[in-house]
């Protein structure tokens, strides 16, 4: 895994430095480093090594899905969305830097982090494809979407829940699964595989923090709606359905250890 993300790193550290606005680019590296587990494009980049091709074909569209990801955090910490003072162990970015340029930073993600899939270097039609499959993650069929019910409060039974996390997770890990299909290629049964191994790793990643994080008085959550052992059963369920999924489509090999490693 060291050397996926240390080529990751440098091609995020090239980014921003390409900033020409030193308020802009200090709001991004604020936001950007150290980072989390950078799951989503260590996904996409283990994904691509599976499928027999050099992981470093995804180094632009992986930064990309993580710059994605890292507007969703900002933007969900706000006051007006979550209201959340703490990101990675340090003040959220408008604690920080405060509301206006939290939201410019976002704003500048998003739209940077469709230049990076441009940059991926395959044919045009792969490339197309690729950048409607973000553009459907991100926006009002996926992450957006999520973030509406979340707003909303419509979690009251599993089947919602599991629609919301589908929009607010899942997306993100279909973007890193079946985009690094679209690259490498792959037939269309594999795609929809991909997807199907994105729908399991990421509800039982969101189960999982769920659980972490019990007790934080969000409602909505799975143990909050099912109890504790119900939702560790449905983790156990989703991990292992992650794990076949993986087995049979990429062996046991780089995707199915960071499932493991994470799950």
Not at 26 to 49: D, E, N, V
Not at 95 to 113: H, N, Q
Not at 207 to 224: R, V
Request: charged letters at 30%; aromatic letters at 6%; proline letters at 3%.
């Amino acid at each position: 895994m060291e050397k996926y993300l240390e080529e990751f790193i440098k091609t995020a550290e090239e980014y921003v430095r390409g900033i020409g606005n030193e308020s802009l680019r200090a709001g991004i590296r604020y936001a950007l480093f150290p980072g989390g587990k950078r799951l989503r494009p260590l996904l996409l980049l283990c994904t691509l090594s599976d499928l027999g091709l050099d992981f470093r074909l995804g180094l632009h569209p992986a930064l990309g899905l993580e710059m994605i990801h890292t507007y969703s955090l900002i933007h969900d910490d706000l006051p007006a969305m979550d209201d959340d003072a703490m990101r990675r162990g340090k003040p959220s970015l408008h604690k920080a830097y405060g509301e206006a340029m939290a939201i410019l930073v976002g704003d500048a993600l998003l739209s940077d982090a469709f230049l990076e899939f441009t940059k991926t270097p395959v044919s045009a039609e792969k490339k197309t494809r690729l950048i409607v499959l973000a553009a459907e993650a991100a926006g009002s069929q996926g992450m957006v979407e999520g973030q509406v019910l979340d707003i909303i409060g419509s979690s009251r039974d599993v089947e919602s829940l599991h629609r919301m996390n589908l929009g607010k997770t899942v997306a993100l890990f279909r973007l890193a699964s079946a985009g690094a299909g679209i690259i490498a290629g792959a037939e269309e049964d594999l795609i929809r595989d991909l997807e199907e191994l994105s729908l399991w790793f990421g509800l039982a990643f969101q189960i999982k923090d769920d659980i972490s994080d019990f007790g934080t008085e969000n409602k909505k959550t799975y143990p909050a709606l099912l109890g504790m052992e119900e939702s560790k059963k449905l983790l156990a369920e989703y991990k292992e359905k992650s794990l076949r999924t993986a087995g049979r489509i990429l062996g046991n090999k780089e995707v199915y250890q960071l499932i493991e490693r994470i799950l």
